[in-house]
């Protein structure tokens, strides 16, 4: 942390940097001081798992007595990888010599060493603190490892009497920042996303009319940024209105799920709004991959409800015609969303290497950059960075803004 704070003493943190993640980078060492997904409990079983995270090859495993272990994928003695290894004997054992590894990174054994020796007591392999919370597994990676911040308590993460699932991750091949600057972006969804659930809803006047938008205002927030769009309501004491919340480092959590996705229709919405919190973690995996880790928790009294969101997203395919001799890539992909942000997202190239001009439509953006960019600064002075809990706070549940639905009018 000194060395990289050092190095840049005389040179601000620019954009350009926001993209690189990688050790010793200035928004890699801001990454670094928070808790991120590395995986699902669903998804690890009785074998290692290769992830790469923030530039590094690192192995996630779960040791015969249930203890979760994040671990430098190369092996300490000679690099053979982890991932191959045999979880055995209180640890991860390396198919190469045998050096056995528990999930702090300890050596307890080297079964070609002489018994006598103390070889094993000057081996420490890297590990990272692990921990899980509602089916996520989250990792560590800072520089205060034997005491770490304390790990936020997400509310779609807590049990509070709802329906709780966990989707796919998704892996997607472009830089993460791409991904995670567009949901501050609103202008966006009533643009791209005309052909699709956003453009096919009816609610609050057609909310994300592509002729008539929301008004959008961004507000501050003690975890990054709420995203605030509003229209006029059935009468004038209240408003449709439409929130979602940008949570430092990489979080995203939108409310309109039900009405976008699942199609409900406008009489439930001005009824009870929204009751299902979408979140999505975003973990870059490098400058050029990251991974979408999404949960899904919903309150209302629709017990299938996940399934039918499942069914509906099914029918989410893209409706253009594709000409024969129409070779682009990502053809077609108007009429499904997350194909429309793949082709727009990982298109515009890293930011700091694609020109740009900005127009008063992309104050948002800018906004939230400087959040950002202020974050990545805190933590090169050694200072805590927006959005990491303090000890005081460990314990406190974590309730991003998101909302879809009628309410009174809101002053932002």
Known sequence: MAKVGAKRKDKS??????????????????????????????????????????????????????????LGEHCSHRGASLEYGDIEDGGIRCAYHGWLFDVRGRCLEMPAEPAEGKFTQKVKHLSYPVREQGGLI??????????????????????RGGLRQIEPVRQCDYNWFNFFENS??????????????????????????????????????????????????????????DEMSLALPSIIQVGDTEFVHAKLDAAALMRDGSQCEHILFLTPNDDDNFMIFTVDYYM?????????????????????????????????????IRQEDLITQSTQGKLGEREEQLGVSDRG????????????????????????????????????????????????
């Open 365 to 412: 953006v800018i906004k939230f950059r400087r959040i950002v960019l202020e974050a990545i600064e805190t933590a090169l002075r050694g200072d805590v960075p927006r959005g990491v809990l303090t000890s005081e706070r460990a314990g406190e549940m974590i309730q991003l803004h998101c909302f879809a639905g009628v309410r009174a009018k809101a002053s932002v």
């Open 13 to 70: 943190v620019t954009v350009a940097d926001i993209p690189h993640v990688g050790p010793g980078t200035p928004c890699g060492e801001w990454f670094r001081r928070y808790w991120l997904v590395v995986g699902t409990t669903q998804a690890l079983y009785d074998i290692p798992q290769a992830v790469k995270v923030l530039g590094e090859d690192l192995v996630l495993f779960r040791d015969q007595f249930g203890k979760l272990g994040l």
């Open 300 to 336: 209302g009294p629709d017990k299938d409800f996940f399934d039918k969101l499942k069914q509906m997203r099914a029918q989410e395919r893209p409706k253009q015609d594709v000409k024969p001799y129409d070779r682009r890539k990502y053809m077609p992909y108007k009429g499904n």
């Open 184 to 241: 501050a972006d609103p202008a966006h969804v009533c643009i791209l996303h005309r052909h699709a659930g956003y453009g096919e809803q009816s609610w609050g006047d057609h909310f994300f009319s592509y002729r008539e938008m929301p008004d959008f205002q961004f507000v501050d927030m003690d975890y990054g940024m709420k995203v605030v769009m509003t229209k006029p309501g059935p009468n004038g004491e209240d408003e449709f209105a």
């Open 138 to 159: 989250f990792a560590y990676m800072g520089p205060d490892k034997n005491d770490p911040p304390p790990l936020p308590r997400y509310s779609p993460l807590s049990d």
